[in-house]
């Protein structure tokens, strides 16, 4: 094939220093090569420059390994030229094997070979065979220098040859995966600019200094200088850059530090493709006098991120789950597929982690592993230490808190607090105090982290020390501790440290408390904060504030259908307050109330009777029988009599509460006009049912007023008139109220809400009874497709819209 052909270098991400290589060797021949490192910029359609670059003309493959694995595009590529009988000239960098339909193809090596032979391999393979010269060859002596190395340009030498100057760590052989993070690095490093430097930022054992040190390996090839300088002491890079300076002969032994780094800094400018890399700079404004420049190339690792300025921030996170199990897989080969994925899962495929755990599954099984693990993390992340980290994944947690709590106490005791709470971001910035609850002003005062609940600046000021230490991500004003490291931490954590912590993650908790569950202002802040309050053990609530968000954390979940869920949170708040303040206790009630409530919700009428009843006579004995308290579990209680069949007692009950609520609240307060609603229904049952209308429709038109149209106790109130309004025969109003209904609870609660599908439901029925069947069997065929999903199949709400269904399926449609 003449010089002057368009090339396309297809290779695979773990391969670029190759590929770079062959793409700078055929230029120098001059051929015109694409390469999409060198071609594609971000943004462009990938698969359009492939097809665009595919169609131009031949295509050199780099058969490795990595070039087949079916989950890249190479397939896609060698794939379409072989379809198309079009050129592919393949080049093995590795030994490796072909899939059956390329083996037939001649592939020569370029690996094991020097730099001269692999050159005139590959230019040899490019051009085909020579057959006979038509004119006289010329003479060997004459010279030879290509297109590129005519105007002075130096290419890089092949790929794996060490430069002279060079004290990188020895290669990790167990290192896997990363090849579009080293492409990413490659490509900010050679982007042009005339000292390049790029910062691989993440937190402590996610495997920067691994990365680097593959980058610096993988590439030595394009580098006549490569210099590897321990950066976490800012006083001693002086030294290990002296020591380059005498390296290149820039000085001699005997120079003092500082003439030696200047003679360094005017080496560097003068000298192309060099690489500095700094392992584990923390500040980097302590670091930034060191940055060389010139033409070269310098690499940093860090659990800082806050690199802008001085370098190209590059985040390092976990491996993905394919590479965690690979990498456990190839060091532990015995070990199962699934096995893996359980250890990379738990283990949140953290390479530090994963490569200590493979030390230790030599000696001991995977559940036994998993078990110890969930038993105490600390101590078996300090197991099986590689040689290739220097900590241990709990060393380096340890010493990396004992860093935070000597620059910012404060910041270290939000760290502990979070520890005891979810693996999920939680929402410092969120967290407020109410300067009229004094409870609360105490309970912050009784903490440690009563300043980053008061004060703005704090709260910013800690949150940038937990960005900076790297054992956090921080982002949004949110904090989001890692699941392994949350685990190590909280184990390493004395029993003083961790009951401070408690008070602490208390204060942060109640700081964070949106408000009533049942008010729809609140509702929008809550889902964040739900992990949180159902992960803390129920102990480490130690105020009351923190126990009633809590409470009203279940609550939230209970108004939306997941009573099953939080039902066993609910039983081990009550059990773990009845323990340790005693079943008298207010606090204590407030876990027994919520807990009938999911009782009641998933069927279990007894269980949730005894305990309102429990709670009912208590309050009595203690505050009286018009306290609010009092009086709100017997409304509660009454609904729990209805539920039982015991009507009669339940309208006593009730007809009571609702006097009494009336004399001490008022007519027109909330609680008042709620246990009215509730009467109506028993009334109803009772056969009263123009009794049970006049006193919902009262009710009702005092909420509007109340509480508004839109709230969720005057819609509750709003459809159970429709119901009373049908009942009575007047289904046309029932109909335009139903509907008015279902239309303010869509938009309040959202359409799959349990209280609007009991709407839908019954509206459903209301249209049948008018003769509108076919709209009737609609929106029931809607309702109950989405309470089987909400719901389940065997709720109740579920199995009576089933029935309804049935029924509108009827060829009378009765």
């Given at each position: 094939m003449p010089g002057g052909a368009r090339v396309f270098v297809s290779h695979a991400g773990a391969d670029l220093a190759w590929a770079e290589w062959v793409a700078w060797q055929l230029q120098d021949a001059g051929y015109e090569v694409e390469l999409d490192a060198w071609h594609w910029g971000a943004g462009e359609n990938f698969v359009r420059n492939?097809?665009?670059?595919?169609?131009?003309?031949?295509?050199?493959?780099?058969?490795?390994?990595?070039?087949?694995?079916?989950?890249?595009?190479?397939?896609?590529?060698?794939?379409?030229k072989l379809a198309g009988r079009e050129k592919l000239i393949p080049l093995r960098i590795e030994d490796c094997a072909a899939p059956p339909m390329l083996r037939a193809l001649i592939a020569p090596a370029l690996f094991g070979l020097r730099e001269e032979k692999a050159r005139a391999a590959l230019l040899a393979a490019v051009e085909g065979p020579a057959g006979s010269p038509r004119v006289s060859p010329g003479f060997p002596g004459e010279g030879g220098a290509g297109r590129l190395r005519s105007m002075g340009a130096t290419g890089p030498r092949l790929p794996g040859t060490l430069p002279r100057v060079w004290n990188v760590p020895a290669r990790n052989a167990g290192f896997v995966g990363r090849d579009e993070l080293l492409v990413e690095v490659r490509a900010r490093l050679a982007g042009g600019r005339a000292v390049a430097v790029v910062a691989l930022d993440g937190r402590g054992g996610v495997g920067k200094t691994q990365l680097a040190a593959e980058y610096a390996h993988r590439f030595c090839g394009e580098y006549e200088l490569v210099w590897w300088v321990r950066a976490e002491d800012p006083a001693l890079i002086p030294g290990q850059l002296a020591f380059l300076a005498v390296e290149t002969g820039a000085?001699?032994?005997?120079?003092?530090?500082?003439?030696?780094?200047?003679?360094?800094?005017?080496?560097?400018?003068?000298?192309?493709?060099?690489?500095?890399?700094f392992d584990n700079a923390e500040n980097p404004a302590a670091l930034a006098d060191f940055v060389p420049s010139g033409p070269g190339h310098v690499l940093i690792t860090s659990r800082n991120p806050d690199w802008h300025g001085v370098a190209s921030p590059l985040d390092v996170d976990v491996l993905a789950r394919r590479e965690s199990t690979d990498l456990l897989r190839r060091r532990t080969p015995w070990l199962a597929e699934a096995d893996a994925g359980r250890l990379a899962q738990a283990l949140d495929d953290l390479p530090l982690a994963l490569v200590q755990a493979a030390a230790v599954l030599t000696t001991t099984t995977v559940d036994d592993y998993l078990a110890m693990l969930a038993d105490n993390a600390s101590e078996v992340t300090d197991e099986g230490r590689p040689r290739d980290y220097r900590w241990s994944l709990a060393a380096q947690i340890r010493l990396s808190m004992q860093r935070l709590r000597a620059q910012d106490p404060e910041?270290?005791?939000?760290?502990?607090?979070?520890?005891?709470?979810?693996?999920?971001?939680?929402?410092?910035?969120?967290?407020?105090?109410?300067?009229?609850?004094?409870?609360?002003?105490?309970?912050?005062?009784a903490s440690s982290v009563g300043q980053v609940v008061a004060d703005r600046r704090t709260k910013s000021r800690v949150l940038s020390a937990l960005h900076q230490h790297g054992l956090a991500r921080v982002a949004g004003g949110s904090l989001h501790l890692h699941r392994l490291t949350q685990a190590v931490l909280k184990d390493q954590l004395t029993a003083e440290e961790r009951a401070r912590a408690a008070r602490n993650a208390s204060a942060l908790l109640a700081a964070a408390y949106p408000g009533k569950a049942q008010d729809p202002e609140t509702w929008p802040r809550w889902p964040s904060l739900l992990p949180h309050l159902l992960t803390i053990d129920p102990t480490e609530l130690v105020t009351a504030d923190a126990r009633f968000a809590a409470c009203e954390a279940c609550l939230y979940l209970l108004d939306r259908g997941s009573a099953p869920a939080v039902l066993p949170r609910l039983e081990s708040?009550?059990?773990?307050?009845?323990?340790?303040?005693?079943?008298?206790?207010?606090?204590?009630?407030?876990?027994?109330?919520?807990?009938?409530?999911?009782?009641?919700?998933?069927g279990d009428h007894d269980r949730a009777y005894a305990l309102h009843r429990d709670l009912f006579d208590r309050q009595r004995r203690a505050y009286g029988e018009d306290d609010p308290d009092t009086l709100a579990t017997a409304s509660n209680l009454a609904i729990r009599l209805a539920e039982l069949g015991r009507l009669e007692e339940a309208v006593e009950l009730g007809?009571?509460?609702?006097?009494?609520?009336?004399?001490?609240?008022?007519?027109?307060?909330?609680?008042?006009?709620?246990?009215?609603?509730?009467?109506?229904?028993?009334?109803?049952?009772?056969?009263?049912?123009?009794?049970?209308?006049?006193?919902?429709?009262?009710?009702?038109?005092?909420?509007?007023?109340?509480l508004g149209e839109n709230h969720p106790h005057t819609l509750?109130?709003?459809?159970?008139?429709?119901?009373?309004?049908?009942?009575?025969?007047?289904?046309?109003?029932?109909?335009?109220?139903?509907?008015?209904?279902?239309?303010?609870?869509?938009?309040?609660?959202?359409?799959?809400?349990?209280?609007?599908?009991?709407?839908?439901?019954?509206?459903?029925?209301?249209?049948?009874?008018?003769?509108?069947?076919?709209e009737a069997r609609q929106l029931s065929e809607d309702t109950l497709a989405q309470q089987r999903r909400v719901l389940g199949e065997d709720h109740p709400n579920t199995l009576i819209a089933t029935r309804l269904l049935d029924s509108l399926q009827r060829p009378s449609g009765d």
């Open positions: 492939m097809d665009r670059a595919l169609a131009a003309g031949p295509m050199v493959a780099l058969f490795s390994s990595a070039y087949f694995d079916p989950e890249r595009w190479t397939t896609e590529e060698w794939t379409a000085a001699q032994p005997d120079t003092p530090t500082g003439k030696a780094l200047q003679a360094l800094g005017r080496e560097l400018r003068s000298r192309a493709r060099w690489l500095v890399v910041a270290a005791e939000v760290m502990n607090a979070c520890a005891l709470l979810a693996p999920e971001p939680f929402a410092l910035h969120a967290c407020t105090r109410q300067e009229d609850d004094e409870a609360s002003q105490e309970d912050d005062e708040l009550y059990q773990a307050w009845k323990a340790l303040l005693g079943p008298g206790n207010p606090q204590t009630w407030w876990a027994v109330n919520y807990l009938a409530m999911a009782s009641t919700a998933v007809e009571d509460a609702l006097a009494r609520r009336r004399r001490v609240l008022g007519e027109g307060h909330p609680d008042t006009l709620r246990t009215a609603s509730n009467l109506a229904v028993d009334l109803a049952e009772l056969g009263r049912v123009e009794e049970a209308r006049r006193l919902t429709e009262d009710a009702h038109a005092r909420q509007r007023r109340v509750t109130t709003a459809s159970n008139l429709a119901i009373r309004l049908a009942e009575l025969g007047r289904v046309e109003e029932a109909v335009e109220l139903g509907k008015d209904a279902l239309a303010r609870r869509r938009r309040v609660l959202g359409n799959d809400h349990p209280d609007t599908l009991i709407t839908a439901s019954n509206l459903a029925v209301d249209l049948a009874h008018l003769g509108r069947v076919e």
